[in-house]
């Protein structure tokens, strides 16, 4: 349907119908991004492409845009943040550089292995989380142990080099590390997420993905304004209706992100 709309527009000269599609696309794909915690870019990067975007200058696109995301879900949620700064800070002194390296090294890694790693562990996600009843659904305050606090650093920094090579999955993947981790609720998990890799892990992305190729800026401005109000709208919602909301879209989002990841996976093997 998505490839049958883009053929459509393609048959129009003005560059408007091309605009709304594309922020209609960005608007809902970032308001379930919003609910979920991840997978904006399940709709929002494939519309790019098909929309005649090289692949580089859509992913570029695509992350500049969810930093908008990040900005509108934080405004809505920034309460949610409480008391976790700390956290805040060592996902972004230790995701950070793995974001940086992901980037540079993109190039250079075949990108059908990380797809297939990644589709795997988003479906397990959404099994892991459907099988856990009371998962995410209250919040707690988990003191770490050492060995712990390493191990979460550690996944933080790996999460960050998948972050900055591709670019659907790795908020979920942050969020569901949250839960488990500090025994926090999906709302705040999230608000967490939207912070740390929404605003910051996604700008450092974009700017090193950017000198690959130039971001076409009339394309960049309505994918900004798509994912904030998105953005904003899908925080919104899952503040109104909760965690069973959010754990539900969660479940969904995870599923299709997976199932998207591992479709990319078997073409490029092909």
Known sequence: MLYLLT????????????SIYIFLI?????????????????????????????YYQALASHKLATVALGIGGSLRNYKSLGNDIRVAWQILIFGL?????????????????????LGIISILLAFYSFLKPDLGLSSGNKKLNFIHKIRFLIFIFLIGILNGSISSGTGLLVTILLIKTFEMDFLRAISMTFFT??????????VFLARIGSVPLNLLVVLIIGSFT?????????????????????????????????????????
């Open 7 to 18: 053929i459509l527009l393609g048959n129009f000269d003005h560059s408007l119908f091309k």
């Open 26 to 54: 960005s608007f809902f794909s970032n308001t379930f991004s919003a609910i979920s915690g991840g997978g904006a870019g399940l709709l929002q990067l494939p519309a790019l492409i098909l929309s005649g975007v090289p």
């Open 97 to 117: 550089p793995g974001v940086i390296l992901g980037a540079s090294v993109i190039e250079y890694i075949s990108e059908k292995y990380l797809y297939l790693i």
């Open 197 to 206: 890799v929404g605003i910051f892990w996604n700008f450092v992305g974009a």
């Open 230 to 270: 998105g953005g904003f709208f899908g925080a919104h919602l899952s503040k109104l209706n909760g965690n069973i909301l959010i754990k539900k879209t969660f479940i969904t989002v995870c599923i299709l992100v997976g199932i998207s990841l591992l479709i990319k996976s078997i073409k490029n093997f092909l």
